[in-house]
Structures are given as structure tokens and as C-alpha cells.
T-cell receptor, first 112, second 120 residues
């Protein structure tokens, strides 16, 4: 599985857009990029997954450049409830039962 | 999305006793479930892969005789921490993949709410 690097922590004010970038230089051709969110004392929750270009859902957007060596999770207009740890994972998740291997994640703190 | 439950949500036990944690997929069948452990302020660490009807696959450094995994049905996997010690105190989380989630286009894994184990 490709190694990922993301900022340890980020702070943001309510209402701002937050962009969390993840580096994955060794991403393989069949690897997908997946982001999970985890609140304290809870299991992680799937946010978004993509392979290339841009993916958007009701929660976030995921931007992936052409070389796929990095990706950016964009959270529009964050609120206090978005305070959590965000994990970027890269692996061949399209098929099979591949376990998820978590890195250190980015601890996002949203301030009023 | 699919729902995964865990029971109990919190357990406190004495050192030397065994504790069983259940992981259930409530509205889908999961031939494979995963068990993770998370210490405070740290990331999730994969412990083992639980396969229905066969032996679990353990990650390097995880003692299979201490962390017994049984995946007896398509909706239930159990993790038993045997002869628990204070250093086993942690947050244990299971996950399962719904093969029909997202139309089968991607591997979205659903996590349980976790079980907080405290060994005195």
C-alpha cells in the first residue's frame, strides 16, 4: 500500500473552506484514494473516494491532479461539528476485501 | 449506508480475565471483517482480518493466542482478549465491507462504533 503524508493538524474558523492535502508519491495504477473522518471515541466514517480528476458528494470534494501523486480533500464552509481527524488512505480498494491501513491523519480543529 | 454494530461499547475488567467483543453487520452479509486497535491520540492499527468459516489472518506482532477471533456467521465476528492486562486497554474497532455498497463500484468499508476496553 502506498505511504501517505498529510499535515498533523490544521485550524480553521467556522464558515471557511478547508483543504487538506495528502501526498502519495508511490501510488500504484490500480490504487484509489479514500478519505475517512473520525470523531473521538467513534469508528471512522467514509467521506469520499476517487481515482482521478475531481469527485464531489454532499459532504466534500476530492481533487486529484493528473499525476495522482497527491490529493486534496475540500470541506466547504466548515462548522464546529467538523472538528475531527481526517485520514487519507491509498490502496487497491476497488476490488476484494483489502484492509484499510491508516496513517496518522490530520486533526482538524474548527474554531467559532 | 450499511450499519456495523459492536457490543459492548465499554467494558472494564480485572487483569487476567478474558473479554469478548462482538461485531455485527446489521443489514448486510460480510464474509470478511477487520479488527483494529486504537490507543489515545494515535491512529488505528490493523490487528487482523476475520474470514467467515476460516482462520483469521493476523498482522505481524499481534498474538493470535491472545486475541482470538471467531467469524462464525456472515454477520458476526468476535474478538476475545484472553488474560487481559492493563496494556491491552484500548479502543477496539471492527469494520466490514458491504460488497453491494455504492453499486459495487468501490470498496467502502463500514466501521463499528468501537469498544472501549479498560483493564484494571
Amino acid at each position: 500500500l502506498a505511504k501517505t503524508t498529510q499535515p498533523i493538524s490544521m485550524d480553521s474558523y467556522e464558515g471557511q473552506e478547508v483543504n487538506i492535502t495528502c501526498s502519495h508519491n508511490n501510488i500504484a495504477t490500480n490504487d484509489y484514494i479514500t478519505w475517512y473522518q473520525q470523531f473521538p471515541s467513534q469508528g471512522p466514517r467514509f467521506i469520499i473516494q476517487g481515482y482521478k480528476t475531481k469527485v464531489t458528494n454532499e459532504v466534500a470534494s476530492l481533487f486529484i491532479p493528473a499525476d495522482r501523486k497527491s490529493s486534496t480533500l475540500s470541506l466547504p464552509r466548515v462548522s464546529l461539528s467538523d472538528t475531527a481527524v481526517y485520514y487519507c488512505l491509498v490502496g487497491p480498494f476497488q476490488q476484494g476485501n483489502t484492509p484499510l491501513v491508516f496513517g496518522k491523519g490530520t486533526r482538524l480543529s474548527v474554531i467559532a | 449506508g450499511a450499519v456495523v454494530s459492536q457490543h459492548p461499547s465499554r467494558v472494564i475488567c480485572k487483569s487476567g480475565t478474558s473479554v469478548k467483543i462482538e461485531c455485527r453487520s446489521l443489514d448486510f452479509q460480510a464474509t470478511t471483517m477487520f479488527w483494529y486497535r486504537q490507543f489515545p491520540k494515535q491512529s488505528l492499527m490493523l490487528m487482523a482480518t476475520s474470514n467467515e468459516g476460516s482462520k483469521a489472518t493476523y498482522e505481524q506482532g499481534v498474538e493470535k493466542d491472545k486475541f482470538l477471533i471467531n467469524h462464525a456467521s456472515l454477520t458476526l465476528s468476535t474478538l476475545t482478549v484472553t488474560s487481559a492486562h492493563p496494556e491491552d486497554s484500548s479502543f477496539y474497532i471492527c469494520s466490514a465491507r458491504d460488497p453491494f455498497s455504492g453499486g459495487g463500484d468501490y470498496n467502502e468499508q463500514f466501521f463499528g462504533p468501537g469498544t472501549r476496553l479498560t483493564v484494571l
